[in-house]
Structure formats: structure tokens, C-alpha cells
């Protein structure tokens, strides 16, 4: 039996209907895992931005909640957020379910693609202050990766250990104080610390700026605890720069109680060779 002739315009029906059939079996593959599904089900002017690193996700959104967190990727570790960003209650407890920081980026600062957040040492504490301050250091060692909560103690032994590690370990901290300005002058006799303090952001900001501290002292008193967010990730993620020349810690000089001469005068100066 002789097979039936096709005419070329059968030919071409039968091949766009396997064409079409073959994109039919390949769709729902194509939306199967989760990351697609969850972008898919998201409005086109919510859709989330590409992980910038490896447990790292950047979010444009605003408004962070916790039906927006929904959608990040499993095995997410930290999420970048808008320096602007509000986050609710529930977005917090959903961030905290998940075991993710949600960390704001800086006013002006453009994230580096395949670039994670910069790893330095923080150091978060609390010396003598009214109220529970408890609360507030939670939240900033939740808030910044790696940052480590020093035990409040008081005042003294505060600032002394965190001198200590700040010197040691070259990294940055925040001291929340019921008396700044006496804690700024007891950590500014550490070498290596630069402490500021101020009673608004912008004014600490910029004497942080100014000066190159490590160290800024705040009392929780003055400050809501969004402020001190945006504070702590400002400090934790901007380059201080070296510090003025005018705060270089002075060269050692010879004095009158090294003089051979019996007469020298007393000797008042600091250097540590008495």
C-alpha cells in the first residue's frame, strides 16, 4: 500500500503543531521552582532584585513586610534594604523567623555587584543608662552582621573594654551611655579610640565623619530606635578615612627629667619612660 502524499502546506501544520506541543510540555517546567513561582506571582513593579551575593539579597521595595519577605530565596543570610526602608513588626519577626539581618545600605551608596557587605569587627554596649537598654543593643546586634554585644557592666570597665577591642581589633563600636559626654572623655584616653557623641543623627554623623571615630557614644534617651538603626549602619558600613593629622597620637621627645644636668626642672610631660 503506497503511503499517503502530504502537501507542503500539511507539512508545515504538522510541524508547528509538534512545535507547539513541545512548548506546551516545556512550560510548567519552566515555572516548577520556587524562586520563579514566587517572582511570577509578584507584580512586575515588585518583582525582587538578583542576589548580589551568596546569601545576600537586595531589596528595592520600600514597604518591607512580612508578605514582601516572603519571596526572597531560601538560604538567604542577609537582606539589603533601601537606607529609606520601613520595615514593619511583622517583616522583623518574619526576618528574625527566617534567621535573616536586614541590613539598610547608606543614603548615596551604590552596592557593588558580586560584592557581599564589608566584614569589619562591631561592637555593641551599654553602661549606666536609665531604663532598659536592653532592647535597643538586641536590635543593633540583630541589625549589623557579626556584631558582637559586649557585657553591661559599669561605666568604667565598659569603655575600657571597649577601648580594648577597638585598639586590638581595629574595629568599630557603639557605646550607649546615660552619660555620654563622660564616656566619650573616658574612651577618648584609650590610643586607637575616637569617640564623638551628639544629641541628633546628623550632627554625630558628621562629627563621626570629621573626626574618623570608631566610637560613638549615645544616649538611647535622644534617639528613636530607627535613628539608632541608621546610625549603626551608616558606621558599619562607611570608611572613616585616616583620622586628622591634628589627632595622630604625638611622636615621643626627650624632656627635662632626662636631662644630665642636676638642676633640670621637674618633669610634667606623660611620656612613659619614668
Known sequence: MNAPAFTPDQVAAIVREVLRRIRADLRPAASTSPAASATAALPATQAPAPIAAA??????????????????????KTVMLRHDALITPSGR??????????????????????????????FV??????????????????????????????????????????????GRGILLAGRPHVAVALANRSPGVRAVTARDTTTLLGAAQ???????????RDFSASSLERIGSTLASRDPGPAPAELAPPAAAGCACSSPKSDAPACSCTNHHH
Not at 551599654?126 to 556584631?147: Q, Y
Open 93 to 122: 519577626d518574619a526576618a528574625g523567623a527566617a534567621g535573616c539581618t536586614l541590613l539598610r545600605t547608606v543614603k548615596g551608596a551604590r552596592a557593588t555587584p558580586g560584592a557581599a557587605p564589608a566584614s569589619r569587627p562591631f
Open 55 to 76: 546569601g545576600v539579597f537586595q531589596f528595592a521595595e520600600k514597604l518591607v513586610s512580612a508578605a514582601s519577605l516572603a519571596a526572597i530565596p531560601a538560604g538567604t
Open 210 to 220: 570629621e573626626c574618623a571615630a570608631n566610637l560613638l557614644v549615645i544616649a538611647p
Open 125 to 170: 554596649a551599654a553602661a549606666e543608662c536609665p531604663g532598659d537598654s536592653a532592647a535597643r543593643t538586641t536590635g543593633l546586634v540583630r541589625l549589623l552582621p557579626g556584631a558582637q554585644q559586649l557585657p553591661a557592666t559599669g561605666l568604667a570597665d565598659v569603655v575600657a573594654s571597649l577601648g580594648l577591642h577597638l585598639t586590638r581589633d581595629g
